[in-house]
């Protein structure tokens, strides 16, 4: 179902800042395509809030009193909550990102973002693609430059491809001819060579190395 059949993207602000809060709310307001729904001031809130608001991006600060962005970023995760969470901060240190795209973040921009790139960020979000700043991705790089891993397969390209096009598993194995499980697999063994642990590092790192064009 697109996204113009299913209404407009509903937005969870996260950051314990309300002028920021303010601000946010006032990039999306007026455009159809987007609803805040809510607002969160730390990330136990925002957990909290979550569950008992139909979101499908939250837009997360990182550093807040009482639960980190991080801290929620996981617990979202364990409960398996369906909302894509888009970190908005403004650090962008090795510590700050990695912990965050290993928690389960789908993205990573900082908040001095033009307003068209944090909108298309949202969308990007809302369907699964990764996305990261540019000093993002080559604190990413930085981290795993170190690391040479084995080449990937054809086929593993093949899923990579996909994956950095923005296909689920399902899209993927449907593309591929496969089962989801195959491409679940594919994934584990390029992760592994790739020295990262989910998507978006994947997708950074196989763009700053090179092997995506």
């Keep these: 179902m697109s996204r113009a059949q299913a209404g407009p993207i509903r937005l969870l602000i996260v950051d314990d800042h309300p002028i920021v809060r303010d601000g946010l709310r006032g990039v999306f307001a007026g455009d ?7 607002e969160a001031a730390d990330g136990l809130d925002a957990v909290r809030v979550a569950e008992t608001v139909e979101v499908d991006v939250i837009l997360m600060d990182l550093r807040m009193p009482g639960t980190s ?5 996981t617990r979202l995760r364990e409960r398996n909550h369906p909302a894509r969470v888009l970190v908005l901060t403004t650090f962008d240190t090795d510590r700050d990102v990695v912990a965050a795209i290993e928690a389960g973040a789908t ?6 973002a033009r307003r068209d790139e944090l909108i298309r960020a949202v969308r990007a979000a809302d369907a699964g693609q990764p996305v990261l700043a540019p000093s993002v991705a080559g604190t990413l790089m ?3 430059g170190a690391r040479e ?3 990937l397969s054809p086929r593993e390209l093949d899923v990579l491809r996909l994956v950095a096009a923005g296909a689920t598993n399902q899209a993927a194995a449907r593309a591929l001819l496969v089962s989801e499980a195959t491409i679940k697999t594919h994934l584990i063994h390029l992760y ?3 020295g990262v642990r989910d998507r978006a590092a994947a997708v950074a790192v196989a763009y700053q190395r090179g092997i995506l064009g």
């Excluded at 962005?69 to 970023?73: D, M, N």
């Design 107 to 112: 993205g990573y921009l900082l908040k001095d």
């Design 32 to 38: 159809p395509d987007f609803e805040v729904v809510a």
């Design 142 to 144: 930085g981290r795993v």
């Design 69 to 73: 962005g991080v801290e929620a970023i």
């Design 149 to 151: 891993p084995g080449g």
């Design 192 to 194: 592994n060579k790739l």
